[in-house]
């Protein structure tokens, strides 16, 4: 079997901590997945399936995870892996190990156009072009209110993110909010 797309968070935690977090992150216990868990889980995973069309590192902010630059050299070898991607939130620089990890490979940072990110994600992409790394701007993308303490809705139907399943800890989510 294949599978047309997957996020793996990578860390919980986050610089932003948003109120509303699609991910719910402010509100889990936080930790960074280390390469050799990465690597093990990725591999458990890949056992299962033929490809990966589309494979997201996610997290949290995944440009605080200290292992990142070994876990894009990971992802990045895998020919399961089809198209590769990091969500950033775009406000925290990438270490020199990251940008070097990054340079000339086929992963694509993707990042986030927030209110809050403007000046780091205009930094962030002068890094990226000055060292040949394929990026994305989502200059659309509209922020979800998702509030987590009200009751009587069913936050499922109305959510845009609940076809994006994750794999955390060894299992598959139907999305990131139901793995936290």
Not at 112 to 121: A, L, M, V
């Amino acid at each position: 079997p294949t599978l047309q797309y997957i996020e793996m968070v990578v860390t919980t935690h986050c610089n932003a901590l948003c109120k509303n977090c699609s991910n719910g992150i402010p509100f889990v216990e936080k930790n960074h997945i280390n390469y050799e868990y990465f690597r093990d889980q990725l591999d458990k995973l890949l056992s299962k399936v033929s490809y990966i069309h589309k494979f997201q590192i996610h997290g949290g902010e995944p440009f605080l995870n200290p292992d990142l630059h070994l876990i894009v050299r990971y992802a990045n070898a895998s020919q399961k892996l089809l198209n590769i991607r990091i969500a950033t939130n775009g406000s925290v620089m990438p270490s020199q190990g990251l940008i070097n990890a990054l340079r000339g490979t086929r992963v694509v940072v993707a990042i986030s156009s927030y209110d809050f990110n403007q000046i780091q994600r205009v930094k962030l992409v002068d890094i990226c072009k000055k060292n040949d790394i394929k990026y994305i701007v989502y200059d659309e993308q509209k922020w979800y209110e998702f509030d987590p303490l009200s009751r009587g809705q069913n936050h499922f139907d109305v959510c845009p993110i609940n076809s994006y399943p994750c794999y955390y800890m060894g299992k598959v989510y139907l999305c990131a909010r139901i793995c936290h």
